[in-house]
């Protein structure tokens, strides 16, 4: 599986490519003017002279970029992909399309990536090699389904078929973003209205209560005692939650320990747990389904399933079905024994091996699963908006009771 892939180990960088302005003429005498992208000017002016244009100024093109190079984004190398299954259903070469697809990209970064593969295939290497040259892009699934697909003769298939599968997948992701993102906003915004009133507005108050001589009443004297602490300890506070955040991000990209217990803790979390669980079972349903419908071997499949699972306790579970399966075992019985997938995707994967149709039962399991999460999180949010909205209220309106309490006592006394 994915020979052109795995040999052409190390991320061997590709020569840049640049922009170059001309000025020329055509056939016909017509003065011209444009851009061409090319290695070097020499390059650029023999590329237009087999367009048929006679070049009489290439100038390469000066690029400001004061924020750094524009990242690539999954969602850049989903677009990518569907072009490139668009282009290759249409019949256009493979060296054709690439130029195509780059003149359409916004993302300069990702437009000189196409390039260098066009470049890479363009010097005798396949498409699969040419892609593992940028593993920070690519993964090894990607480039394995592209060489299946090359080997077999049917990479605009294949190209469909990963175009489709890296579309579910950010889809997926997408559902689970908006899941956390919306209470997690929310809360960040509390904090932050909680923390102005109790350094800003509770001392003004507190600054009147004190002309009254009087007695506060002990809710007041709290969030009095509250807004002190806060001005006396806010620089503390605030390296402290810089400091839980950056050590929170470093311990889960260095420790595998701690990432296996935030994994297991996620799947056991209220509500977010379920649908964490349900988008883990559909992406293992879909990146199965799409491995084994590109001829990949199961065994191999399942160990890019067991890569991408996303989830340790899954990935766990998957690397042990793998081990079952090649020994003979069938791919039901190996996932009935992990106990961690539902019985439905169960039934359905049995039904499948009965009536070799594996692929496709994986397939309506993937896209059953990701309704679920789909459902599951439009309820989370429906959920969440008046309970939070409830939250808001207690914390901002009791703040405001506090405060105003003295006054009311007092004018009761008048």
């Known amino acids: ?190 904090g932050v209205v909680t923390a102005i009133l109790l350094i800003k507005v509770v001392p003004t108050f507190k600054d009147l209560f004190d002309g009254f001589g009087a007695e506060l009443p002990a809710f007041t004297l709290m969030v009095i005692g509250m807004s002190e602490w806060l001005q006396a300890n806010f620089l503390l506070m605030i390296v402290i939650i810089v400091g839980t955040i950056i050590g929170l991000s470093q311990a889960k990209q260095r420790s595998a320990a701690f990432r296996a217990a935030m994994d297991r803790l996620l799947l056991k979390l209220p509500l977010v747990g379920d649908i964490t669980y349900k988008a883990t079972v559909a992406r293992y349903a879909r990146t199965l389904s799409t491995t084994f419908a590109a001829g990949v071997p199961l065994i191999d499949a399942l160990e890019s399933c067991a890569s991408a699972a996303g989830n340790v306790v899954y990935k766990n579970a998957i690397l042990r079905i793998r081990d079952d399966v090649s020994t003979g075992q069938q791919l039901q019985f190996a996932m009935r024994n992990t106990g961690v997938f539902p019985s439905m995707a169960l039934q359905m994967v049995a039904i499948g091996e009965e009536s070799g149709a594996l692929d496709s039962m994986l397939d309506k399991v993937a896209t059953y699963f990701e309704d679920e999460v789909d459902n599951a999180v439009d309820g989370l949010t429906s959920m969440m908006e008046p309970m939070i909205m409830a939250f808001l209220g207690v914390v901002v309106g009791g703040l405001v009771v506090a405060m105003y309490l003295p006054i009311f006592q007092l004018g009761a006394v008048i």
């Open 1 to 190: 599986m994915a020979k052109a892939a795995k040999a052409a180990k190390g991320p061997a960088k590709a020569e840049k490519s640049y922009t170059f302005m001309y000025q020329g003429t055509d056939r016909k005498g017509t003065r011209i003017k444009g851009e061409i992208t090319a290695k070097s000017a020499a390059i650029a002016r023999l590329e237009l002279r087999k367009q048929g244009l006679t070049p009489k100024s290439v100038n390469r093109k000066l690029e400001f970029n004061l924020g750094g190079e524009k990242k690539v984004t999954a969602q850049d190398i989903s677009i990518f992909t569907r072009q490139m299954a668009t282009m290759m259903k249409a019949g256009v070469p493979l060296v054709q399309s690439f130029d195509i697809v780059a003149d359409g990209l916004d993302n300069p970064t990702m437009r000189k990536v196409v390039l260098g593969i066009k470049a890479d295939v363009e010097s005798g290497n396949n498409f699969a090699g040419a892609l593992s040259k940028y593993p920070q892009y690519f993964d090894e699934l990607f480039c394995s389904l592209v060489d299946s697909g090359e080997q077999s003769g049917a990479l605009e298939t294949m190209l469909e078929r990963v175009a489709v599968y890296k579309e579910k997948a950010e889809a997926l992701k997408a559902k689970i973003k908006k899941a956390m993102k919306y209470p997690a906003t929310i809360l960040v915004v509390a």
